[in-house]
């Protein structure tokens, strides 16, 4: 079928229309689909960050041909009162954190590539050797950070820096590797902390956004000692393999306003990691605690410290509660979209992990199963993949790769998302 295609200013586009084509490569967008009808504003918002001129399908969407022309005939930007062009506003939540980061400047980079202003310098088999080994010195650290913590009633900023710096350069080199020793130790059980790696997460989405050094080592900093208030909570309360009484609930949202004493009580501490501390709970929806705020009231990075905490807490098991499998996990967090967070942050977030992380167990449609390896920046749907099982239930004796190219033709999709260790499946015995 011949598709009529028209070009269209971004400053006109509408909830209805069907994009067919951008004015730049799809790769240089954080655009899943390559051709999408606009479901709502925040996807308008997205594309003029990125694109001045799109070109629209008369033949699909909802709205009308005449509709279509009418609004491709309509004025571009709109001068101000001197006759310049007024640049467009960024959306929402990411111009409240370039200004309130200082880091202002971070869009532009992300136009040139979709890593943001970080490229992949290192292999996820290269790499995961040093992930692993700064990840277990940082859960180390991190056990003598809070007994510090607790017996003293500060923490020693200049520790914490040393134990994140070999995670962030980590990170930096290549984001799977380390995703892939959190989902590890999330199996293991051994050497895992939340703490550790709700970091991670934190580092991995400021990567994705294109920001300087400076931040991501506050969100390390912060995601970190997002819950350092703890030390306050009793033993019977941190050690609880079960439900907790009603008396001890009502005593966890205490462990915030500890966490912020305890870091008043410290030197050379960022007003970021502040943020993320004390905002951390507090919800979009006005549902959260221990503040009576929500939507644009809550800082940037308390925003950003919130759905990296949430990400880790579903997908950990524990006691009184299984771990979700990453793709339930990322489909929870879609449903929350402008309810406990901001749709601008659900989205960004989910692409930096991807609706199937790096590291998680997933099955094909036709019954093979394996593990993701890296993302496909194109189409977070399609994956690289190490198939492990064969769609007949055996183990194949040798594993094969389905790079992002393979999925062309093959009529195959990924039907589920496991939890993790499905089918005997350890995602560091790729690795060995």
């Known amino acids: 079928m011949h598709l009529t295609r028209i070009p269209m200013s971004t400053s006109n586009l509408s909830i209805g229309m069907y994009v067919g084509m951008l004015d730049r490569p799809w790769l240089e967008t954080p655009f899943?689909?390559?051709?999408?009808?606009?479901?709502?504003?925040?996807?308008?918002?997205?594309?003029?960050?990125?694109?001045?001129?799109?070109?629209?399908?008369i033949e699909r969407g909802t709205l009308s041909e005449a509709q279509i022309r009418a609004k491709a005939a309509g004025a571009g930007q709109v001068p101000d009162h001197t006759g310049a062009v007024r640049p467009r506003k960024l959306p929402g939540w990411l111009h409240s954190f370039a200004i309130k980061t200082g880091v202002a400047g971070f869009l532009a980079s992300r136009r040139k590539s979709h890593t943001g202003a970080y490229e992949i310098t290192s292999t996820v088999r290269r790499e995961a050797p040093l992930a692993r080994k700064s990840y277990e010195r940082c859960v180390k650290s991190h056990a003598r950070i809070f007994a510090r913590a607790r017996r003293a009633g500060c923490v020693d900023i200049e520790r914490v820096k040393l134990a994140i710096t070999p995670l962030i350069q980590s990170i930096l080199r290549n984001p799977n590797a380390m995703a892939w020793t959190v989902f590890?130790?999330?199996?293991?059980?051994?050497?895992?902390?939340?703490?550790?790696?709700?970091?991670?997460?934190?580092?991995?989405?400021?990567r994705h956004l294109g920001l300087d050094r400076k931040v991501l080592e506050n969100l390390a900093i912060g995601g970190l000692l997002l819950d350092i208030g703890n030390v306050a909570l009793s033993d019977e309360i941190l050690n609880a393999e079960g439900a907790i009484t009603q008396d001890q609930f009502e005593q966890v949202p205490q462990h915030v306003q500890a966490g912020y004493d305890i870091l008043a009580r410290s030197v050379n501490v960022e007003p970021a990691v502040f943020e993320m501390v004390m905002y951390h709970h507090d919800r979009h929806d006005g549902s959260g605690y221990p503040h009576d705020i929500q939507g644009s009231t809550i800082p940037p990075m308390g925003r950003i410290a919130g759905i990296v905490d949430?990400?880790?807490?579903?997908?950990?098991?524990?006691?009184?509660?299984?771990?979700l499998a990453a793709y339930d996990a990322a489909r929870e967090l879609n449903e929350m979209r402008d309810k406990q967070f901001s749709a601008e942050v659900v989205e960004q977030?989910?692409?930096?992990?991807?609706?199937?992380?790096t590291g998680s167990v997933i099955e094909l449609s036709d019954g093979s199963a394996g593990l993701v390896l890296e993302q496909n920046p194109v189409n977070l749907?399609?994956?690289?993949?190490?198939?492990?099982?064969?769609?007949?239930?055996?183990?194949?004796?040798?594993?094969?790769?389905?790079?992002?190219?393979?999925?062309?033709?093959?009529?195959?999709?990924?039907a589920k998302g496991h939890e993790h260790g499905a089918f005997g499946i350890d995602p560091m015995d790729y690795f060995n």
């Open 349 to 357: 977030f989910l692409h930096t992990i991807g609706m199937f992380p």
């Open 381 to 414: 749907l399609q994956p690289k993949v190490l198939i492990l099982k064969s769609p007949d239930g055996d183990m194949l004796d040798k594993p094969k790769i389905m790079n992002s190219k393979d999925w062309e033709g093959r009529g195959l999709w990924i």
């Open 184 to 206: 590890s130790g999330k199996r293991s059980g051994r050497n895992y902390s939340r703490a550790v790696a709700t970091a991670v997460w934190a580092v991995m989405f400021g």
């Open 310 to 323: 949430c990400y880790d807490a579903m997908t950990t098991k524990t006691s009184y509660s299984p771990a």
């Open 32 to 57: 899943v689909f390559q051709g999408f009808m606009i479901k709502d504003k925040f996807e308008i918002d997205q594309l003029q960050l990125f694109c001045s001129q799109v070109y629209v399908e």
